[in-house]
Each structure stands twice: as C-alpha cells, then as structure tokens.
C-alpha cells in the first residue's frame, strides 16, 4: 500500500514503493540513493536513527535503518538489499549520521557487510580478541 | 609531544561490569577517549530467534537487571504492532504502573552511584535507603524485587487485586515524601553543585549527531520522549511533564533524574486508583502471530528501548533486534569527556547511567556440608514476599 507522507516529500524516484501502516513506513532504497535518503530524514526532516537491523533473507542480504520522527512518533524505515551473498556491500550513512558508527561496525562484525565509506571500520565486539567468530549470524557461515 | 593513555576497564572497581575506556591524556586533561565494548556479548538476538514469543520475554527479560521491564514491554509492543493487537484497559495501567516504578529504583541507583563516584557516600546511602520500599512494592505486585514477568503479548501475567491498592497507596505517600526530600537537598547540596556543575557538557548539537537519547539527551534541550511522543499503554490517559533542561552538564542530567522520580510517582498514583475501579480482563489471548514486521519501544530509565521482529507466520520471531539506550548514550562520552580534568571523567562516563547488562542469576549454595541448599533459600524468599504482603495488607 502507497500512502503519500510530508516527511517522504521530496525522495520521489529514489525510494521503492512503501508500505505503511501504524506509523511505520518501510520503503526500499538502491545503494547508490541511500545517502541522499539518510540526508533528507536525518538532516532535512529532524529524524533520529534508533539503530539499524541486518537480516539474512532469501534475496540476500538486507539492511534497514530505524529513522524516528519524534514529533508525530512515526518511523521511516529505508531498506538497502544486497544479492551478493559472497561479498555484501553497500554505502555507509556513518559520515553523514554519526550515531550510525557503532550499529554499522557490529552488522559488518555480526553478518561481514563491507560498509564503504566508514570512518572506522573495525570491529565493535571483539576487537583484539584472539579468536573472533566469523560471521556468527550468517545462515550460511561460508560464501 | 607523546600522548600518555590511561585505562579505565576492562575490570575496575568503580564500574560493576566489564567495560574498556582508553582515556588519551595531556597532562590533567583528557584530550580523546576510545571505548571498546563486547565484553558482556551474550548472542540475546541470536538465542531470541529460536524461543518462541513468550518464552522471549523471559529472555528479554534478562538482559538487565535494572531495566527488566522496559525490554519486555518494548518486545511484547513489538509483536503487538505486527497485528495491531489491542490490549485490555486494567492491563494498560497494571503496565504503566510496573514501568514507573521500575524507573523510580533505576534513578535512586543511579542517583545513589554517582553520590559514590564522587565521594559523597552519604548520598549513596540516602538514595539506596528509599530504594528499598520501591523493590517491596515490586515484590507484592509482581512476587520478586527483580525480573517481574508481568509482560505477556497481549497484556499482563498477573492482576493488581483492588483491595491490594490502599496500602500500596500508602506505601506510595511514604515514598513521595521522602523522595521531595531528596530532591530539594540533591537540588540544593552545596557538594553535588560545586562538583557537577558546568562538567561534563554535552551540547544540544551534539546529543543530536550521536542520536542520545533519554535523560542524556533531555538534559541537553532535547525534548524527546517515548512516552509523550508514541504514548502507549496507560501513557495518554494520565498526566505527568517530559523533564527537559539546557545545560547538558551532569549536574543538570542529575537533576533531570530527580525530577523524573517525583513525575513517576505521580503517574503511578493516578495508574494506581484508576486501577481500583478499572474493569476488565488482563490479558487478550494472541493465538497466533502473522507475518509481518512489528517496531516497539519503550521509555526505559536510560532513554528508548527500541525492539524489531519480523515474523513469518510460526510461533517464533524470524529476526529480532534490540537496541538498549546506552548502545547510544555511551558514544557521546567521545564529546562529553573531551577537555575535561582526569579526575571529573569517571563520573562524566557514569553521567549517561551506562547499563552493561546485567548477568544472568543462577545460583546454587553450598553448605559446608556440601549440600546444595538454593531450595532453602527460595523458601525463605517465599516466606519473605508472604510476610511483606501481610505487613503492607495490614
């Protein structure tokens, strides 16, 4: 279900179709718009990012990113899929939203997301440790 | 010039749980600070997705000791959202009321901490003093001090029976008076004033880059509230104010706390004779769960919990995602410490109330006979409630 929205205004061609329903709008957006989305919601339109959630699906691999609306209590959530399963990656929003740092270094620790364009791209958990998990919420643990 | 490193953690006497801070030092002055976390990693999302939905609250549940409400209540508003399930009126306060209180002890804990931080032992042991009465409540509304398991998709486990209200209410003027008390001396002690004020500042821009969120960022001029902005369960139906000030200093984030407590009890007043007359069931039985995503979140002590399951139809989530607010809170140490005194840093790391969670309790006690004695111990914790339901019922 399409549902116009004034926070949406303005991504016209550069998110999919969304869908919506008790305040929450969750819409897919290409690698190369993810930035410009995470612009216009953190900048432009005062959204806060709550966090970020990686799931392994049967298209690959997805990422969506929680954007709160804390005037009106609604949520926009743009999803970026990758079919690569072998070597996901996409654009990180770290540089322009700074809360993104930790939740984007866990997913790449957690699910082996390449996030390009993070500032600091190490691991959050288990950094120095002396046998870190590989992957450890992949379904399928080898490409 | 060399630049010297000083360590707090990963294990250090001041902070309970396993944390790491490199503190980067010119001379007194702290210049940057890393933080290195993981070392509570327990895998809770991974362990959810193979419970089914009522036996992740239990899990949820366990993430935190202090907060072992807000998880649970953001998760079951999670699964509620993917249906749209509504949930029973008496039920909405008995939440409400399990909420606030949980927020009073978290404060009083915090409140009692930094008093400890700083040196100021008498406040630590003021503030711990009061907090006492607030776990009895706990243990006769929900039959523990910690881990109710009052949640259920749907509404609650278990009722506030209508004749258990008066003394609870009683209980609760008590409570209020003493915790004035507080309020007036933590807000006018000369101590906490000259060695809060002014440290530790984070600005309103900054609380907004590092996405803060609770009393770290309502401290800072955000007015940014779960339970205003999506008020749930009893939220809308009683009055209270979001306690929101400029400064962004510790003191101001002490005093934002402090103010919160006498607004929850408050809340939990008017929950509380609303639930003397409230009609109605507890619980809406959920038979099944559809497929879908569902987004909840809840106010916690910290700032917003926020909760994500998507579900495909079977009796357990397919993803789930918990954020806690110190995931946020904490990063914002990177400004708040900068250019501060060495000394002023640990009670600025503590500012944010940082909740490592909390480890699981499973207990077993051995005499010194070599005979395991944690049934005696849960008999005696039994005979405790009992009495204390007595006492309060007169």
Known sequence: ?143 | MSQTVVPIGPFHPLLEEAEFFRLSVDGETVTGIDTDIGYMHRGHEFISERKTFTQSIFLVERICGICSTSHPLAFVHAVEDVDNVEIPVRAAYIRTVVGELERIHSHLLWLGLAGHFIGYDTLWMWAWKYREPILEIFETITGNRNHYAMMRVGGVARDVPPEAVPPLLKTLDMIERKMAMIAKAAADDPVLRSRLKGVGVLSRQAAIDYCAVGPTARASGLAIDVRKDEPKDAYALVDFKAIVLENGDVYDKLVVRVLEIIESIKIVRQCLEKLKTAPGPILNDVKEVTAGEGIGRYEAPRGEVFHYVRTDGSNRPLRHKVRAPSYVNIPTCEVSCKGIPLADALITLASVDPCYCCTERAVHLVDARGVRITPDLLQLSRDKTERLRRDIHG
């Open chain 1, 1 to 143: 279900m399409a549902e116009k929205d004034p926070i949406l205004e303005g991504l016209e061609g550069k998110i999919g179709r969304t869908a919506a329903k008790n305040g929450r709008f969750f819409f897919e957006v290409a690698d190369e718009n993810i930035r410009d989305v995470a612009r216009h919601l953190f900048i432009a339109k005062s959204c806060r990012l709550s966090t970020a959630t990686a799931t392994e699906t049967r298209r690959g691999l997805e990422v969506l990113y929680h954007f709160s609306h804390d005037a009106t209590g609604r949520y926009y959530c743009p999803r970026v899929v990758m079919t690569d399963r072998g070597h996901p990656k996409m654009r990180s929003i770290a540089p322009i939203v700074k809360g993104a740092e930790w939740i984007e270094r866990e997913m790449a620790e957690l699910f082996g997301i390449t996030f390009e364009g993070h500032p600091r791209p190490e691991r959050l958990l288990t950094r120095d440790h002396p046998k870190p998990p590989d992957r450890p919420l992949r379904l399928r643990r080898t490409p």
